[in-house]
């Protein structure tokens, strides 16, 4: 029987981070059922908060999507008793998630030496532009300059065009999946020799750790790779074809499935010229494979290729715009647009769960918190008084 409850139901998270990395490691944790307890600054709160468009009803749309499932307290740690709740708050945790300047947490007391002392079994996980050690270490970074210095960017895009970043923001969601992970493996550490865990990962080290082929590449030739557009550095044909009314992605990178594309396209002459009779004669001779290949793709039409490649058992796909992919009925099907209520802008979309665990299901549960929504909620789940709370708001250390 499936149980309600999410797999990682019990585990408290204090997610000071803001953004994107941070907040999108906490999110995933949250939809698997963690405690999310977002920590945000007066007033303004989450930088994004206040990022747009899309607004609605005074809301950022991408802020809403990124911090489902958690609740907010506001706390002042320029405030001495800010940061005196913020400990007590450690003592009742599990995760610290944080992405302040290098330095910024051990000068207010809050880095992992001094809560360590409080919880020590806590797990803190610092999240950094370039690491929290090495000559960078004190620099700002943001997703655009790590693309541009784990060389992401030098390989995106076509031959002789500017340079141009990857489409999604991927150092700063490649950090956050590299957090959830290494998180979770510090819990399961916990579990088994009961101590906490200091992580640190980086948005340059995340988006460098994607270079796999490039690197390794350039480790044993000393060639510096460039953009190919959509085809592989190492495999053909594995790339995007024109067709009579659009692209199609193509994917053949093995003898078995180019000898059944040759087969299912009817080019029985590709598959004997000598040209093309394995993957590294293929990769030689690349874009004379590509002139050849798209000469028959032109003769029809996207939807009539991927009926004859898919029953051929040749892998291949449209290349949707955003409008495609969520009219798509296997997107549909698995449950990947949900939609949620939030109490100033109601009826909302979000993206569904990715990982699905069958007897503990992650859930979308609530929409987005307001600012401080759960601010007092907290405080007297956490021992505090109304008269300790009211005392505190006062003084400004929580709003």
Same mark, same amino acid.
């Given at each position: 029987m499936?149980? +309600?409850?999410?797999? =990682? $139901?019990?585990?408290?998270?204090l997610?000071?981070?803001?953004?994107?990395?941070g907040?999108?490691?906490? #999110?995933?944790?949250a939809?698997?059922?963690?405690?999310? %307890?977002?920590?945000?600054?007066?007033k303004?709160?989450d930088?994004?908060?206040?990022w747009?468009?899309p607004?609605?009803?005074?809301?950022?749309?991408?802020? #809403?999507n990124? &911090?489902?499932?958690?609740?907010?307290i506001?706390? $002042?740690?320029?405030n001495?008793?800010g940061?005196?709740v913020?400990?007590?708050?450690v003592?009742?945790? $599990?995760?610290?998630?944080?992405?302040?300047?290098?330095?910024t @947490?051990e000068?207010l007391g809050?880095g992992y030496? *001094?809560?360590k002392?409080v919880?020590?079994?806590i797990?803190y996980?610092?999240i950094?532009?370039f690491?929290?050690?090495?000559p960078y270490?004190k620099?700002?970074?943001?997703?655009?300059?790590?693309?541009? @210095?784990?060389?992401l #960017?030098?390989?995106?895009?076509?031959?002789? *065009?500017?340079p141009?970043?990857?489409?999604v923001?991927?150092?700063?969601l +490649?950090t956050?999946?590299?957090?959830?992970?290494?998180?979770?493996?510090?819990?399961?550490?916990?579990?088994?020799?009961?101590v906490?865990q200091?992580i640190?990962?980086?948005l340059?080290?995340s988006?460098l750790?994607y270079?796999?082929?490039e690197?390794?590449?350039?480790?044993e030739?000393?060639?510096?790779p460039?953009p190919?557009?959509?085809?592989?550095?190492?495999?053909a044909p594995?790339?995007?074809?024109r067709?009579?009314?659009?692209? /199609?992605?193509?994917?053949a990178?093995?003898?078995?499935?180019?000898e059944? =594309?040759?087969?299912?396209? $009817?080019?029985?002459d /590709?598959?004997e010229?000598?040209?093309?009779i394995?993957?590294?004669?293929?990769? %030689?001779?690349k874009?004379? /494979?590509?002139?050849?290949?798209e000469?028959?793709f =032109?003769?029809k039409s996207?939807e009539?290729?991927?009926?004859? /490649?898919?029953?051929?058992?040749?892998?291949c796909?449209?290349i949707?715009? @955003?409008k495609e992919?969520? *009219?798509?009925?296997?997107?549909?099907?698995?449950? #990947?647009k949900i939609?949620?209520?939030?109490?100033?802008v109601?009826?909302?979309? &979000?993206i569904?769960?990715?990982?699905?665990?069958?007897? &503990?299901?992650?859930?979308?549960?609530?929409?987005?918190?307001?600012?401080g929504?759960?601010?007092?909620?907290?405080?007297i789940? +956490?021992?505090?008084?109304k008269?300790?709370?009211?005392?505190?708001?006062t003084?400004?250390?929580i709003?």
């Open positions: 499936k149980n +309600n409850i999410g797999i =990682l $139901d019990g585990l408290t998270i997610d000071c981070s803001q953004i994107l990395a907040p999108f490691c906490s #999110m995933l944790l939809d698997m059922g963690a405690k999310v %307890i977002k920590v945000e600054k007066p303004v709160g930088d994004t908060r206040s747009g468009p607004f609605k009803n005074g809301q950022s749309i991408g802020f #809403m990124l &911090n489902r499932n958690k609740e907010s506001v706390i $002042d740690f320029k001495p008793d940061i005196k913020m400990k007590n708050l003592k009742n945790s $599990d995760v610290i998630l944080e992405n302040y300047r290098t330095g @947490m000068k809050l030496e *001094d809560l002392k919880n020590k079994k797990i996980c610092s950094s532009g690491g929290r050690t090495g270490a620099r700002a970074g943001f997703d655009l300059v790590a693309q541009g @210095m784990s060389g #960017m030098s390989i995106t895009g076509h031959p002789g *065009d500017a141009a970043k990857i489409g923001p991927i150092a700063d +490649n956050g999946m590299f957090a959830l992970s290494s998180i979770q493996s510090a819990y399961i550490n916990l579990l088994k020799n009961n906490g200091y640190e990962v980086s340059l080290e988006a750790a270079t796999v082929w690197s390794t590449g350039y480790f030739t000393n060639e510096i460039g190919l557009g959509s085809s592989h550095r190492i495999s594995y790339q995007a074809l067709t009579l009314d659009g692209y /199609l992605n193509v994917a990178p093995n003898q078995s499935n180019w059944r =594309l040759c087969d299912a396209i $009817d080019r029985n /590709l598959k010229n000598i040209h093309f394995d993957n590294p004669s293929r990769m %030689i001779n874009i004379k /494979l590509e002139n050849g290949l000469k028959t =032109l003769e996207r009539d290729w991927i009926k004859i /490649l898919d029953e051929a058992g040749v892998p796909g449209p949707y715009n @955003m992919v969520w *009219d798509d009925p296997q997107v549909k099907y698995r449950n #990947m939609e949620l209520e939030h109490p100033k109601g009826k909302t979309s &979000n569904g769960v990715i990982a699905k665990f069958l007897e &503990n299901p992650s859930s979308v549960r609530t929409s987005a918190p307001l600012l929504e759960h601010t007092e909620k907290i405080m789940e +956490n021992g505090y008084t008269a300790e709370i009211n005392k505190l708001k003084s400004g250390a709003s």
